[in-house]
Nanobody
Framework: QVQLVESGGVLVQAGGSLRLSCATS????????MGWFRQAPGKEREFVAA???????TYADSVKGRCTISRDNAKSTLYLQMNSLKPEDTAVYSC???????????????WGQGTQVTVSS
């Protein structure tokens, strides 16, 4: 079992930056692929970024070039650096862990509770 707790969500102006963190505990986090997903009001949850057990990364087209996902297995923490933020990035951001490196949210078995990111125009 893995427990995930996100932090770092804030109110930020368009063009600004922030870093989300996802602290994990429980089973060895290095055995899991990790991902970030987001859900805006009235919309379906969508994929943002993922990092594999070996460090491979993939991003949604909407954030490519603006976001960087990283993991520090020694600290059991996942990060999402977000730059050049836009109002459309406003959402609840959740981290997830799963055995498969995939964009498919249904393949992730463990989820955090989410952190709110609000980007003002």
């Amino acid at each position: 079992q893995v427990q995930l707790v996100e932090s770092g969500g804030v109110l930020v102006q368009a063009g600004g930056s922030l870093r989300l963190s996802c602290a994990t505990s429980g089973r060895t986090v290095s055995m899991y692929a990790m991902g970030w997903f987001r859900q805006a009001p009235g919309k379906e949850r969508e994929f943002v970024a993922a990092v594999s057990q070996s460090g491979g990364k993939t991003y949604a087209d909407s954030v490519k070039g603006r976001c960087t996902i990283s993991r520090d297995n020694a600290k059991s923490t996942l990060y999402l650096q977000m730059n050049s933020l836009k109002p459309e990035d406003t959402a609840v951001y959740s981290c997830a862990a799963g055995l498969s490196f995939t964009l498919n949210q249904y393949r992730y078995s463990h989820w955090g509770q989410g952190t709110q990111v609000t980007v003002s125009s």
